[in-house]
């Protein structure tokens, strides 16, 4: 099957052999990995973010899961256009009102509260409830991170494959198991 | 029309008066906000976060139109369940092939460059991009978010509405700006 392979691998050094190994192992696996185009567009060229933006979105109306790198991005929760195509492919629904497979791994451990704590102070009310220093309540379900994600992967694939410890960006052990996983389902679009 | 009102506001020490306040702006222009239900049900209550999660996607899926709030939070881009909500409400389609309208507003005016580099030293290779400290590629397109966010927004309801200045979490002004843009359109689920 077809898998849209986001992440903001597309923003490291190795962006474009990163992409090429996640594309070798979805080979090895049977299946064919569309990886986001943001390496692809010149960045001094006209139009250059809506061409990646129309080329990621036309990726992901044709394929028929999503693999997402979920890793914390510049903060303690997943990057941005991560999170924006993982939901996506959520809300996504062919006429017959099949859906998107939808797979993510995170290569860090801590769960979200933990990963907030790292970059601020913390309280707890009376109530148990978790505030930051602006007052604002943070999710403290146990989760990696917003329980949107977090169900979202649960309903429409498997839940969120989690590191035991910190690895490296370049480590694909997991993208791998999320590859396995697939192999396991009965085929694309299920409900 | 129905509309989705995502957003961090749900984490706020006064997000059921935000709630409060922001239906009834809706009421206000003959529409009907949907709020999501993080909280009204009890985080103590079993299974409070997975009923969270199928309360908000059942909104999402009768919703006609999202406006999610995205005002940066915890980090240099948007909170990540209202960009999740906002990817769901893009993907999303009629049998028909009609489409929910997205809106979205952001009370800081920075552009993502300008805010990571808030966060973290930048510098610039002789090509003109821009790196973190770990080298990794930060997004320098004058965008106030990830290209995924700002050309979606574009592409299925209005670009981005964002102050000119710093405004407080409780300034709904942005949020009423969306509003009256929904009352020029001509219904809900335009292509």
Same mark, same amino acid.
């Given at each position: 099957? !077809?898998? =849209?392979? *986001?992440?903001?691998?597309?923003?490291?050094?190795?962006?474009? *052999?990163?992409?090429?190994? !996640?594309? %070798? $192992?979805?080979? #090895? =696996?049977?299946?064919?990995?569309?990886?986001?185009?943001?390496?692809?567009?010149?960045?001094?060229?006209?139009?250059?973010?809506?061409?990646?933006?129309?080329?990621?979105?036309?990726?992901? %109306?044709?394929?028929?899961?999503?693999?997402?790198?979920?890793? /914390?991005?510049?903060?303690? +929760?997943?990057?941005?256009?991560?999170?924006?195509?993982?939901? =996506?492919?959520?809300?996504? #629904?062919? /006429?017959?009102?099949?859906? !998107?497979?939808?797979?993510?791994?995170?290569?860090?451990? *801590?769960?979200?509260?933990?990963?907030?704590?790292?970059?601020?102070?913390? @309280? !707890?009310?009376?109530?148990?409830?978790? $505030?930051? /220093?602006?007052?604002?309540?943070?999710?403290?379900?146990?989760?990696?991170?917003?329980?949107?994600?977090?169900?979202? $992967?649960?309903?429409?694939?498997?839940?969120?494959?989690? *590191? +035991?410890?910190?690895? %490296?960006?370049?480590? $694909?052990?997991?993208?791998?198991?999320?590859? @396995?996983?697939?192999? @396991?389902? @009965?085929? /694309?679009?299920?409900?």
């Amino acid at each position: 099957m !077809k898998i =849209y392979l *986001a992440g903001p691998d597309v923003f490291l050094p190795n962006a474009v *052999a990163m992409g090429r190994r !996640k594309r %070798d $192992l979805c080979e #090895r =696996y049977g299946h064919e990995g569309l990886y986001p185009l943001d390496n692809e567009v010149d960045p001094r060229a006209k139009d250059a973010s809506l061409r990646i933006f129309q080329g990621n979105q036309d990726m992901m %109306d044709i394929a028929d899961a999503i693999i997402a790198n979920l890793t /914390p991005f510049r903060g303690p +929760s997943a990057d941005a256009g991560t999170i924006f195509e993982l939901g =996506y492919m959520a809300g996504w #629904r062919t /006429p017959e009102g099949l859906r !998107k497979i939808c797979l993510g791994y995170s290569n860090a451990p *801590a769960p979200y509260a933990t990963r907030v704590a790292n970059f601020t102070d913390l @309280k !707890k009310t009376s109530e148990g409830q978790l $505030l930051d /220093p602006d007052d604002m309540i943070v999710e403290d379900f146990g989760h990696a991170d917003n329980l949107m994600i977090v169900h979202a $992967l649960e309903e429409r694939g498997h839940p969120l494959m989690t *590191a +035991s410890e910190i690895k %490296d960006w370049d480590d $694909l052990s997991l993208f791998e198991e999320c590859l @396995k996983l697939l192999d @396991k389902r @009965k085929g /694309p679009n299920h409900a």
